[in-house]
């Protein structure tokens, strides 16, 4: 009887050997798997790992930490491995590996070249910025010596004009006024102008004649401040009367130290203080001749240099033969 249990007794152990020793052999080629893996996955060789634990603690806020344990440290400690809490851990560092993504190899020569794409961008930014701050400082120089320029001028032109509307008109008053004070180079400028007997007031309410007086004045107060070497005047005394073109002609004269005038006019007084002629008349219908002539003063005689040679008087005494006549004058 108690051999028999004892045989039993056997069976079972060796029954239960056969299990231990294919659960072991499962075990080891787990192992031998998890082993090619790491190698492959990490480069990692197990067997030459050295012989102690690092331990890895995870924090609230996700941080972790690692202390390093020996063998020694690890034989002398009574406390057995958590096995549980070390897969979690795995799992959770694993999801965030796979979470990554694939390695990138190429990644260091993108960078180098992301890199160098920056650097040269960063330069081309700085080099914008220096140059737009040194428009900018051109820009306000310019701005500033054009406020000074102008606002001399101004001063000149306004001074000049202040002077000659009454020398044209015979009296009354004129002015020249910004229309906007706090930037010059934006304002506008207003023309006030009051001839004798009247009321000072916008150069849009005078007449015809008298607006072409006072473009006439703000024209020769310009030439006082910068004369020009040539200056071409088309029918300008055409509204003017005899008694405004004769100031007309004068201040002309004045002028002529200055400039040499081209003036286009059918007015004969206009024509008479000219020094050279040259007109464009129609003796012939639908044909245009060109005349020139050059005038010289009965008293002062002379020889023609032109075409032929009349005297301002006899001009001026002449009857008007064609009104069409276009005359080019030339002081």
């Known amino acids: 009887m108690e051999l028999s249990e004892k045989r039993n007794s056997l069976t079972e152990l060796q029954e239960r050997k056969g299990e231990i020793e294919v659960e072991l052999a499962q075990k080891r080629m787990t192992q031998e798997q998890l082993v090619e893996r790491i190698r492959e996955k990490y480069t990692v060789n197990l067997h030459e790992v050295r012989g102690e634990c690092v331990t890895i603690n995870i924090t609230d806020n ?37 979470g990554m993504g694939p390695v990138n190899l190429v990644a260091i020569d993108e960078y180098e070249e992301i890199e160098e794409r920056h650097t040269f961008l960063s330069t081309q930014h700085d080099d914008l910025v220096n140059a737009k701050a040194e428009l900018q400082e051109v820009i306000a120089r310019i701005d500033k010596q054009s406020r000074e320029m102008f606002t001399e001028t101004f001063e000149k032109v306004r001074e000049n004009f202040q002077k000659m ?20 180079l934006e304002a506008g400028v207003e023309i006030v102008a009051s001839p004798p007997g009247k009321q000072l007031r916008s150069i849009s309410l005078l007449s015809g004649g008298e607006q072409t007086m006072t473009a006439v004045a703000l024209l020769f107060s310009l030439y006082q401040v910068k004369p020009s070497p040539f200056c071409v005047l088309d029918e300008l005394d055409a509204p003017l009367d005899d008694a405004n073109i004769e100031r007309y002609v004068k201040k002309l004269k004045e002028f002529l130290a200055y400039s040499q005038f081209i003036v286009i006019t059918h007015s004969k007084r206009t024509i008479s203080a000219a020094n050279v002629l040259y007109g464009v008349t129609m003796q ?22 032109t075409d032929r040679t009349v005297s301002r008087d006899t001009l001026e005494g002449a009857s008007d033969s064609n009104e069409d006549e276009e005359v080019f004058l030339a002081k």
């Open 165 to 184: 509307f009454p020398d044209l008109f015979g009296g009354g008053k004129a002015n020249l006024v910004l229309t906007e004070e706090t930037d010059v």
């Open 284 to 305: 012939e219908r639908g044909v245009s001749k060109i005349v020139s002539v050059k005038f010289h003063s009965n008293e002062e005689g002379g020889s023609p240099e």
């Open 62 to 98: 996700g941080q972790t930490t690692t202390e390093t344990v020996t063998a020694e440290e690890m034989s002398g400690e009574t406390a057995a491995t958590d096995w549980d809490a070390v897969g979690g851990q795995v799992s959770t560092l694993q999801e965030k590996i796979d």
